[in-house]
């Protein structure tokens, strides 16, 4: 099997970096090629909204495509988020005839992808009818059970935003002719990639959780998904920030959804790029409303606002560092320094054991 991410690449089994989401049209072709010589007999690749309208996929035959959802980002790019949902559509309008369009039934867009589409077409949902479907039956701190159709399956994987990709890649599994108990048995052994709900615990009773949600959606998926699953009388701590040369406008959101969601907030620096991370962090906390500005501390230096939140935390309190996942870079005034959230996380919780 061959995969194109966002994490990273890979031609059966072997790991290559991965510096863009969806490559230059030459890379792409090289790699699938490499992926032909190793005999890989599929390859999935995430086709970003700037690859579709910059051609990078132009000659491509795509016998399955699959839309998860939409949400506020790259809007920087894209100009307003209008013209972001047609570049995703366009995706859809050019699949082939003979070809299959699978799309997330509980999303408002799902229908619109596939409007004048020509492949077949085919939904999953976790909420309402469809042609595929499944339920949570249980969610923990370590994972959940979910429920398709009379099987039932435990994962390592938690959040309802878990349970729709797990759904669509057992659907996309099936639609491409695989057993459906075999499905469902990888599924159970699937682990988490790094730095999306990478979880890292402490000897104090202290949980840290490192993701790279860095949209608003995401972020609100993310942190519903601790909430349902926290002990009662434990805290959530949020360090989170915001990337800088990218969209202002989700900047406040961000800021404010954290502060609802969470017990304690600390605004950070992400990647500022060019920017003045101190300004990033104003847009930011422009969106926190004035009743919750107490819970909301600025911290411009990453590691002094990681240190700090594993400082605060106690027993049973769960730390999120949000934003910048597997990345293991900071990116500041055109230079890229080393920099883990998850080391940084490492070094100071288990100095505290």
Not at 18 to 38: C, G, Y
Not at 155 to 183: H, K, M, P, W
Not at 208 to 229: C, R
Request: charged share 25%; net charge negative.
């Amino acid at each position: 099997m061959g995969l194109l991410s966002t994490v990273a690449n890979y031609v059966a089994g072997r790991e290559m970096e991965a510096t863009l989401t969806t490559p230059d049209p030459v890379r792409i072709n090289e790699l699938l090629r490499e992926m032909i010589i190793a005999g890989c007999e599929f390859a999935f690749m995430e086709v970003s909204s700037h690859a579709i309208v910059q051609n990078r996929t132009a000659g491509l035959h795509f016998q399955l495509g699959i839309f998860t959802n939409i949400t506020h980002d790259h809007l920087d790019y894209h100009g307003n988020f209008d013209n972001y949902l047609k570049a995703k559509k366009e995706f859809f309008d050019f699949l082939p005839a003979g070809s299959m369009a699978l799309v997330n039934a509980d999303d408002r867009n799902g229908n619109f992808m596939l409007q004048n589409c020509r492949a077949d077409k085919y939904e999953y949902s976790l909420k309402t009818m469809a042609d595929y479907t499944c339920r949570i039956v249980e969610h923990r701190i370590d994972g959940m059970s979910l429920r398709f159709g009379n099987q039932e399956v435990w994962t390592c994987f938690i959040g309802e935003f878990n349970a729709y990709n797990l759904l669509a890649v057992a659907s996309a599994a099936e639609l491409l002719g695989q057993d459906r108990l075999q499905v469902l048995t990888h599924i159970s052994t699937l682990k988490p990639v790094p730095g999306r709900f990478e979880v890292i615990r402490s000897g104090m009773g202290i949980t840290a959780i490192v993701d790279y949600a860095h949209t608003p959606d995401a972020l609100e998926n993310i942190l519903e998904a601790i909430n349902k699953i926290r002990l009662k009388g434990s805290r959530l701590i949020t360090v989170v920030g915001a990337g800088g040369d990218r969209d202002r406008g989700k900047r406040p959101i961000m800021a404010r959804i954290c502060a609802e969601k969470s017990d304690r907030v600390i605004l950070t620096s992400d990647n500022p790029r060019t920017e003045d991370p101190e300004k990033i962090i104003d847009d930011m906390i422009n969106g926190v409303p004035t009743v919750m500005l107490a819970r909301v501390l600025r911290i411009t230096n990453r590691r002094e606002a990681i240190r700090t939140a594993s400082m605060i935390a106690g027993e049973n309190d769960i730390i999120l560092v949000a934003g910048k996942g597997h990345e293991t870079y900071q990116e500041i005034k055109g230079h890229r320094h080393h920099f883990d959230d998850r080391e940084e996380l490492r070094k100071v919780l288990m100095s505290a054991n």
